[in-house]
């Protein structure tokens, strides 16, 4: 038989830091050991990281499993708080307010969405929200958490959840991890990047100290810098400002104040939007905003005007271009993190996309020759996570009757990809959502957000109409009375944090 296991690769370079660089040694440590490749990250403690307060979705909760990491250990060292979603506030009009949650909205019933019986109710005046029917919903607005139980029979089956943490500390402890399997640090600036004349391949780093790094693969973690894809290998941007206009964000911590929520909250504002993210420690602030409508100053002003609490410091500017980069992998060099593209963090999907750059090199994971079959399909499946939560995005801004802004006008009239007109065509056609190819954001996402900002169905689903209404509303009555007994029964937020993983360091 003719031998199929070829050279393996025996050195990886990872070039930067921050939550990309550390969550893809993690990984690749707790893949490869020392005596089968030899894992170097090198990084610069002058070079800052975009590290704000970072919220997330439940893929995240995957990632640390795969990593063995316990939980509780984990909050602990990142002052992590729980998520069960995301409030949004004044995106479909001004004074609007809806809540997506993760998980799913009612009980579906005879193989048909759940959704459509709410819609088939609200036609006849049925007063209750779609929120009302999410037990995620239901705890999030009423300041509650619990984890989820095995019995499907309860209410808190259904609830799912992620975190809200510390992005430099989750670094940190990632660090700490990877060290222990053997990945080494090195400290340093990259000065120069040598290449293989012939074949193009990055062959090694020369460091601001003189130092020498080779490697056979190299991953660039290096943010927006993109030093190895973009500078080095020439690989192009796919520029998508025309669709999601923001090119810039302040971001600052406050104290904490009020409550401890057990969600995110986005609040549309003149040309932008802010975040408001809880951890144990502190809130995260940031706003994201278009300066083609607004100025820095009174975006700055507008951030600390409707802070909750004291500011703990001033906002630190970032600038951005909302893209991809043509590929991901070339050659020897893949990019993971802010140097393959950004996507602004409207629906907590910056982690999730790291996640999705390791999961697919590890799943695609090459032998010394770096075949371009595996390259071809590695930029294949990451092109389109890119493109699905761009237009995800995209409806958010889209799908908006707001008219008080210039900014506001440009997006309710701009023209969007056909991927998403055609989603949003087939809702309007009876609701109906499908989730495409290993899609990120399922049906009840989506439905959630259309419904949220006031994108209602033409014509309803015709098999629901032929129920008796009563019938259905007696269903949906008892979900109801369902999801607030048990919401009520849960302990606080505060309450399970300070029960359950209380941070070291508060």
Not at 52 to 69: K, Y
Not at 134 to 162: C, E
Not at 216 to 231: A, N, V
Not at 461 to 472: A, F, H, N, Y
Request: aromatic share 10%.
């Amino acid at each position: 038989m003719e031998k199929i296991f070829k050279e393996t690769i025996k050195s990886i370079v990872i070039v930067g830091g921050g939550s990309a660089g550390w969550m893809t040694a993690a990984a690749l440590s707790r893949m490869l050991s020392p005596s089968q490749a030899r894992i170097t990250l090198v990084e610069s403690e002058d070079i800052g990281t975009v590290g704000v307060g970072e919220a997330t979705i439940p893929d995240i909760i995957n990632f640390n499993a795969m990593l063995g990491i316990p939980e509780d250990e984990f909050m602990k060292a990142t002052n992590a708080t729980f998520k069960l979603g995301i409030q949004f506030n004044d995106w479909g009009k001004l004074g609007d307010s809806y809540f997506h949650p993760f998980g799913v909205h009612g009980v579906d019933m005879n193989g048909i969405d759940f959704h459509q019986y709410w819609l088939y109710l609200k036609e006849a005046g049925d007063l209750s929200n779609l929120d009302d029917y999410s037990i995620n919903t239901v705890a999030a607005l009423n300041n509650k958490f619990s984890l989820p139980v095995t019995d499907r029979r309860s209410p808190l089956s259904y609830l799912r959840f992620a975190y809200h943490f510390d992005a430099t500390r989750y670094a940190a402890f990632l660090r700490k991890y990877a060290e222990k399997r053997g990945v080494t640090r090195i400290e340093g600036k990259v000065s120069e990047i040598h290449q293989n004349q012939e074949s193009g391949h990055i062959t090694s780093l020369t460091l601001d100290r003189g130092e020498t790094v080779d490697g056979q693969l190299f991953i660039d973690c290096t943010g927006f810098r993109s030093l190895l894809m973009s500078k080095t290998m020439g690989v192009g941007f796919n520029d998508w400002s025309k669709w999601l206009p923001c090119n810039s964000a302040l971001a600052v911590p406050s104290a904490p104040s009020g409550p401890l929520t057990p969600y995110t909250c986005s609040t549309a504002k003149k040309a932008g939007w802010q975040w408001r993210i809880p951890t144990q420690q502190r809130i995260g602030n940031g706003h994201i905003y278009c300066s083609d409508y607004i100025s820095d100053d009174e975006a700055s002003s507008s951030l600390l005007n409707d802070l909750d609490g004291e500011a703990l410091g001033d906002p630190r500017q970032l600038r951005f271009t909302t893209g991809c980069l043509n590929k991901f992998w070339e050659k020897n060099c893949i990019a993971i993190g802010l140097s393959a593209g950004f996507l602004e963090p409207l629906e907590s999907t910056s982690l999730y996309l790291i996640q999705m750059g390791i999961s697919r090199l590890i799943s695609l994971f090459p032998d010394a020759s770096l075949s371009s079959v595996i390259q071809d399909e590695y930029n294949r499946q990451m092109r389109q996570q890119f493109d699905q939560v761009r237009d995800f995005i995209i409806l958010h801004y889209k799908a908006t009757e707001r008219d008080d802004s210039e900014f506001w006008n440009y997006c309710r009239t701009m023209s969007i990809p056909d991927s998403l007109e055609q989603k949003i065509a087939l809702f309007k056609q009876g609701g109906r959502v499908f989730r495409y190819e290993d899609e990120l954001f399922s049906k009840p996402s989506w439905i959630a957000v259309m419904t949220g900002q006031n994108i209602t169905p033409d014509i309803g689903d015709p098999i629901v109409g032929t129920l008796p209404r009563e019938q259905v509303a007696h269903s949906l009555r008892s979900m109801l009375a369902g999801f607030g007994a048990a919401a009520e029964k849960m302990p606080t937020h505060a309450e399970f944090i300070n029960r359950y993983c209380r941070a070291t360091n508060v």
